[in-house]
Structure formats: structure tokens, C-alpha cells
């Protein structure tokens, strides 16, 4: 995992509030390695959300240099998915899953595999017919996983995808999502708030922090076994984040005045 995948150096982001401009991040620097699972932690407010936009290229960064690698196909090799699938209740979940193929960013992708085979592998062949309305929040989530998937894209950027999970069935799609990164040589920048979160599926954990936000610190746990909650070592390594990660909270809400949006 020595090849870089997606390189950001630089990064700034503003928006208009009051006549000004407000940084959302700033000087940021980040790198995420051909086949890694990053995880992104940080607060509300220090412009996560806005950071995987940036990158996804929904969002033009104000300066910066953004570098994406992966076999000379550059921003056609991203896709993002949010906390919210936004699956359209009127399609099928196979009919959902090939939405993705129609659109016009999507027409120049190496397919992933057909759309039946891509939800068998994701186990959701089962409910391929389908309605939204039908679907368990674990298989919506599958469901908005497998339309990037369909469409070949290498790196997908994932926005607190399991946040609004139970706890069983969250635990259930971290595992899940490795085993796809493993089958699948996937590239991830996956967001969450949650540090045992973080330790699960990163195999590098980045903190941003700050108002702006910058990247403050990154760990490499690959060396910990992280995903063993009660060694020793994993046990240290999360009390070192979160002791890293607490400070940066209340600077961050206290940054944002009253009505703005949290930038995640």
C-alpha cells in the first residue's frame, strides 16, 4: 500500500457569511494509500463533509493541490456516499443500483460487474425487488454502497454511512465493508465521530480538528491490533485519541455562530 491513491496538500475551503469570507478548512494536508481504509474522526463543525465533497469534486476548492491516482482515470475513479442513502422509493433496489450506470459522470466507468452480480456479492440479492420502504436501514446502506460499486470507481469516500445504525447492525456493515475493501482492493476515506469506530475499520485514524479544520494528527494502527478491543495496546492507542481528539471540540463549536450550519 505505497502508491498513492488520493493526495491533498494545501486544502482551502471558504464560504460567504456576512459580508466575509469563513474558512471551513485550511493548510490542510492528507493522504490516503492505494488499497487503506482512512479513517477520518473529527467533530462536528471542522468541515469533514465538506473535505470528502472536495475531493468527490462537488465542491472547488478555494487553493490547493488535489492529486487523485488510480489507473489514469483521476476524479472518475471517486465516488461518495452519504450518512442518508437517498434511494429513490418509486425503483426496485436492483433498479436503484443501476441508476448509477445512467448517469453522465458514470458513462466512461470500467463497470464494477452487472448489476445482479454486484448484488449477489453484497448480499443483497435477496431484495433486489425490493422498495426502499421495504429495506432494513442495513440493506439501504448496501443498497447505496452497491450503486458505487456497480460503477467501478476504486476510491469511495464514505460520509458517517453507519451513524444512524443500531448498534449490532453497524457492527455487522464495519465487518462487512472490510471484507469488500479485502475482495474488492478498495480505496476508502470513511468519516465517523466515533473513535472505537475508527479503530475498527481504519488502518490509518486521521484527526481534524480546529476552526478551521486541519488535519491535527494521524496514527497508523495497523501495528496495533486495534480491532482486539481489550489488549493492551488497542486499549492505550484509544485513550490516546480520544485524549488527542477531546480539545478539539468545544474550540470548534465555539467557533460557529448561532444559525450556521455544521460544516461536518
Known sequence: MDAVAVRLTGGHKSYPRAGARHAVFADLDLEVRAGEIVALLGPSGCGKSTLLRAIAGLEPLDRGRLEIRAEGRGAGAVGIAFQEPSLLPWLTVAQNVALGLRFAANRGARAGGSVAAVLAELGLAEVADSYPAQLSGGQAQRTNVARLIVTGRPILLLDEPFAALDPRTRSALQDWLLDLRSTRGLTL??????????????????????????????????????????????????????????????PVRAALQPGDALAG
Request: no cysteine; proline share 3%.
Open 189 to 250: 476515506l470513511f468519516v465517523t465521530h466515533d473513535v472505537s469506530e475508527a479503530l475498527h475499520v481504519g488502518d490509518r485514524v486521521a484527526l481534524m480538528g480546529g476552526a478551521p479544520g486541519t488535519i491535527r494528527r494521524t496514527w497508523d494502527v495497523r501495528a496495533v491490533d486495534a480491532r482486539a478491543e481489550h489488549s493492551v495496546a488497542a486499549t492505550a492507542l484509544r485513550r490516546e485519541i480520544l485524549g488527542q481528539y477531546r480539545p478539539h471540540v468545544a
